[in-house]
């Protein structure tokens, strides 16, 4: 099962590398990291996804980064209301007849296309994951030529 996680941390050189290194070194594989400062420079926040089998991996992972001296805070949103969203931007084959069709999908999907020139045109799009699939799937009739996405980011609702 893939559980989000975020962690507020210190903004430093290297604590990006030593929490990176702390999965690396239990064998923890990270799905997803989207990190960006907060509104104070002197601390970033992390969305992590990772892959636990079960709960007591996910609290052994929460123990391990609450020793790190830079965590500051870490919430768990496997169990809590929260939001996510990914972005993603796709270059698929265009011509103007497929216009409409791509605004078709784009009332189905929060997308636009932000440029396009020739034969291609760029994309992009937000959404939660099973969104973010969809769309992708509707858009493989026009031939995806590359694709790039961020990191899942979460917040509280409440």
Do not use: W
């Not at 609450?66 to 500051?72: G, P, S, T």
């Not at 169990?79 to 216009?99: A, F, G, I, P, Q």
């Amino acid at each position: 099962m893939r559980h989000t996680i975020s962690v507020l941390v210190e903004n430093k050189f290297g604590v990006l590398a030593r929490i990176a290194g702390l999965f690396s070194a239990r064998g923890y594989n990270i799905a997803s990291l989207a990190v960006s400062e907060t509104l104070n420079p002197q601390t970033s926040y992390m969305t992590i996804v990772v892959a636990a089998q079960d709960e007591k991996i996910l609290e052994q992972i929460k123990k391990q980064l609450n020793k790190l001296i830079d965590v500051i805070t870490i919430t768990d949103f496997t169990k809590k209301e929260h939001v996510d969203r990914e972005l993603v931007l796709v270059k698929v084959n265009y011509s103007t007849k497929d216009r409409a069709g791509l605004e078709a999908i784009f009332n189905k999907y929060i997308g636009k296309i932000i440029h396009h020139q020739d034969d291609t045109a760029i994309i992009e799009a937000v959404g939660d994951q099973a969104q973010i699939k969809s769309l992708l799937d509707e858009l493989d009739k026009f031939g995806i030529i590359e694709l790039t996405r961020t990191g899942k980011l979460a917040i509280n609702k409440g």
